[in-house]
């Protein structure tokens, strides 16, 4: 059973970088899909980024392709998720979980982690 644990928000400010770890214990299968997503009080879980476990493959939200970038490390058994040029419009709680593809709805992922905050200052 796969489980994932995400790391590395924190408080930020504008313009800042950060860089957020998706932890995976368990055996992720060769068509897994990992994704991030963020949540915010006024947004339902907004998808941000995906890759395939088994190749680089990967599909992005257009409102932040190109300021973030998603790569996994297998030898680690992490999911990486880099911000740059964080804006206060990226605060948020985020998430990284499990799919069985390339998907941008949150409802077709599972075995969610418990979230990392993000919080950028202007």
């Known amino acids: 059973q796969v489980q994932l644990a995400e790391s590395g928000g924190g408080l930020v400010q504008a313009g800042a970088s950060l860089r957020l770890s998706c932890a995976i214990s368990g055996r992720p299968f060769s068509s897994h899909v990992i994704g991030w997503f963020r949540q915010t009080p006024r947004k339902e879980r907004e998808f941000l980024a995906a890759?395939?476990?088994?190749?680089?493959?990967?599909l992005y939200a257009e409102s932040v392709k190109g300021r973030f970038i998603i790569s996994r490390d297998r030898a680690e058994m992490m999911v990486n998720l880099q911000l740059n040029n964080l804006k206060s419009e990226d605060t948020g709680l985020y998430y990284c979980?499990?799919?069985?593809?390339?998907?941008?709805?949150?409802?077709?992922?599972?075995?969610w982690g418990q979230g990392t905050q993000v919080t950028v200052s202007s």
């Open positions: 890759i395939r476990w088994s190749r680089d493959s990967t």
């Open positions: 979980a499990r799919a069985g593809g390339l998907y941008d709805d949150s409802y077709r992922y599972g075995a």
